[in-house]
């Protein structure tokens, strides 16, 4: 791979084949390195075989493409009870299927990844990725099971992908910029999230995200930003936008909360120094699975600015929803329903 400029393939036939865990690792001389994927690779149940917190690696690579309508397994249902991460702090962490790491110009298409151990596809680092037609699939209760999450990366596109998890279908994390989710299916899982933030303190700001042309089908969120309480540095959100999503039997359809706690208890001596600013909830429309369909709950600290709803129109077992608002600069334009509410 390293003695070629041309492109070079990388070539799984079908069938399905046992595959412990492996980085395929640059820099390549080669202007493309292709991994066509045809069969199911299937990943060890031993735990004690990884070293790391990742099964299958890409590290390092410009011009990369990933595609052949195969199948990453994670086998993970029997891990699954060894995952304490939605419970407690301090955690083992278990391998994620597949990892993108400092990849630049990267397109991955017409994959699958199945009942990860833990996330199914981690972006780091990367500029100028694009997702197109992967699909994600995982039992609701599984357990961390996000469908895509991303940090420290810009220029990514997720689009066309068909997410079913137990965890965030798309979570967005520290440091991503020019961030574009469009024509994504999620269900079941937790909705489309930026975050959790403020938790870390070398985290970084998030601007420049665009959710869009989006189906929530029983979800226990739909669009959400979570932050947490007692952050050890000021960070921002900014410039955001979701827009066109279809809401369907969803538990929490809009929700800033900036009260994050997934534990039992959570810091609350101080609020979450991570500020949220210029945030456009644009055509969203569906039902909700509580009465609650409108969550602006911000930091008391570092209230929400610039937040805009236009055009929502979200139902509740044909009664009426409500709006909870709390250290927020909200506007409406045009017909929202719920009536929104600012503080």
């Known amino acids: 791979m390293r003695g070629r400029r041309a492109e070079v393939k990388v070539l799984v036939p079908k069938g399905d084949y046992g595959m412990g865990p492996v980085v395929f690792e640059g820099p390549c001389k080669a202007s493309t390195i292709h991994f066509e994927l045809q069969g199911t690779l299937k990943a060890s149940t031993d735990l004690s075989k990884f070293k790391k917190d990742g099964w299958i690696s890409f590290y390092r690579i410009t011009g990369f493409k990933l595609s052949g309508g ?12 060894k995952n304490s991460c939605s419970k407690q702090k301090n955690c083992n962490v278990l391998p994620v299927n597949i990892r993108f790491d400092y990849i630049t110009n990267g397109h991955v298409s017409y994959v699958s990844s199945i009942n990860s151990k833990m996330f199914h596809i981690n ?19 599984s357990p961390n099971t996000d469908g895509i ?19 965030d279908c798309v979570s967005i994390g520290s440091g991503s910029s020019h961030v574009i989710v469009d024509k994504v299916t999620c269900g079941p899982g937790h909705g489309i999230s930026i975050g959790s933030l403020g938790r870390y303190p070398d985290e970084k700001d998030v601007t420049d995200i665009t959710v869009t042309r989006i189906i929530l089908k029983g979800t226990t969120n739909g669009v959400r930003i979570k932050t947490w309480q ?3 540095k000021e960070t921002k959100v ?43 909830f644009n055509n969203i429309r569906g039902t909700s699975a509580s009465k609650d369909a409108v969550k602006i709950v911000c930091s008391k600290g570092m ?12 139902t509740y077992n044909g009664a009426q929803p409500t709006s909870i ?4 600069h909200i506007s409406a334009v045009g017909k929202v329903f719920p009536v929104s509410c600012s503080t």
Request: proline share 5%; charged share 20%; net charge negative.
């Open 303 to 314: 209230p929400c600015e610039g937040v805009k709803l236009g055009d929502i129109n979200l």
């Open 149 to 167: 999450h991303l940090g420290d990366s810009t220029k990514v596109t997720i689009t066309n992908c068909i997410i079913a998890t137990g965890d």
């Open 325 to 328: 608002c709390r250290s927020a």
């Open 230 to 232: 007692e952050s050890p």
């Open 70 to 81: 195969g199948v990453f397994d994670g086998q993970g249902a029997s891990t699954w009870s």
């Open 123 to 141: 972006i780091l680092g990367c500029n100028d990725i694009t997702l197109d037609h992967v699909t994600v699939t995982a039992p609701g209760e």
């Open 238 to 280: 900014t410039n955001v936008i979701f827009k066109d999503i279809t809401m369907q039997d969803v538990q929490f359809p809009l929700n800033i909360d900036q009260e994050y706690c997934p534990y039992a208890s959570c810091g609350t001596k101080s609020p979450s120094k991570v500020k949220i600013t210029n945030v456009q």
